[in-house]
């Protein structure tokens, strides 16, 4: 039998696993809390049962599910936790991964991946959805191209991305329309992007902005 705390701060989504889960003959659901407050003092409270895996959202008040995740696992290294989120930033999984979570499941992909995240853990082993994963990765090689551009190339992009015009750039940056126009060839090259939606669609999804 494998038991589980749930924890997430909408009704819906709690009963949403709970009621997933329990498909499984071999799987409990102890409780569902909603705040990582709840979960840290239901965790060191004394329960006839033994948590096996806690089910994290992360993203909630007070001290969250990152914080939550971290006292738990000061205070019990073993315990097993897998973050249920929306976000991809890789420094917060990175963040989750090093205190020690074992999974990090997409809320978009619960039905898809909750159940193999769970074997993961069991084992002592990593989960990461394949899309959060994905996403992860075209992350890193953004960033890698975005350190490529120059001070002056970043200026120019930062300010395009907050919707000024070239002749705005121009004028601020006491160059030429033609230099910017330019640098703007060149920073859609390093970016390996060709069209001005392209530019502004990337620089919006990595908030890229003054």
């Not at 909408?10 to 003959?25: C, F, P, Q, W, Y």
């Not at 239901?42 to 001290?63: A, V």
Request: avoid cysteine.
């Amino acid at each position: 039998m494998v038991n589980f705390l749930i924890v997430d701060d909408h009704d819906i989504i709690r009963e949403g696993i709970k009621t997933l889960l329990e498909t499984k003959v071999s799987y409990t659901v102890i409780d569902t809390v909603s705040s990582g407050e709840e979960a840290y003092r239901f965790f060191t409270s004394r329960h006839e049962q033994p948590i096996d895996i806690i089910l994290m959202d992360i993203t909630m008040e007070g001290y969250g599910g990152l914080e939550a995740s971290k006292r738990i696992l000061k205070r019990n290294p073993e315990q097993k936790i897998i973050i249920m989120t929306m976000h991809d930033n890789p420094v917060l999984i990175d963040q989750a991964i090093h205190i020690g979570v074992l999974g990090f499941v997409s809320k978009n992909a619960l039905t898809q991946d909750l159940f193999a995240a769970i074997e993961f853990a069991l084992n002592k082993r990593i989960f990461i959805s394949p899309k959060l994963k994905a996403n992860i990765e075209n992350k890193k090689s953004y960033d890698k191209k975005l350190a490529s551009l120059t001070s002056r190339e970043l200026d120019i992009l930062k300010m395009i991305a907050s919707g000024d015009k070239m002749e705005k750039v121009a004028d601020t940056l006491f160059i030429s329309k033609k230099t910017v126009a330019n640098n703007l060839a060149i920073i859609k090259s390093k970016l390996d992007i060709e069209t001005d939606y392209e530019l502004f669609s990337l620089t919006l999804k990595n908030n890229i902005v003054i």
